[in-house]
């Protein structure tokens, strides 16, 4: 079955940086695209970024687009969220998805906290 499992989040001060790991297994990790999403206390879960299979298209949303890059290793069957100049509004779990077959696989998520 498809696992999703994500790392690297913590407590960050506003203008710091966190690099998000997510490793995939039970699937052919280069056929899909990878997404991140968050969810921050009392807000419904948002797209952060989105890399299409080998790498070559990459979206991301308004509040994120020059602070965020979304990155895969297929080699490694892993796609990363590099963070910087995180503020406050950052604040969130965040978590890696994928599409298969229709049906979206989610990880457990990890926490990003940024605060002073």
């Known amino acids: 079955q498809v696992q999703l499992v994500e790392s690297g989040g913590g407590l960050v001060q506003p203008g710091g940086s966190l690099r998000l790991s997510c490793a995939a297994s039970g699937l052919t990790f280069s056929r899909y695209a990878m997404s991140w999403y968050r969810q921050a206390p009392g807000k419904e879960r948002e797209l952060v970024a989105t890399?299409?299979?080998?790498?070559?298209?990459?979206n991301y949303a308004d509040s994120v687009k020059g602070r965020f890059t979304i990155s895969r290793d297929n080699a490694k069957n892993t796609v990363y969220l590099q963070m910087n100049s995180l503020t406050t509004e950052d604040t969130a779990v965040y978590y890696c998805n994928v599409y298969r077959s229709g049906m979206p696989y989610w990880g457990k998520g990890t926490q990003v906290t940024v605060s002073s």
């Open positions: 890399v299409t299979n080998a790498g070559s298209s990459i």
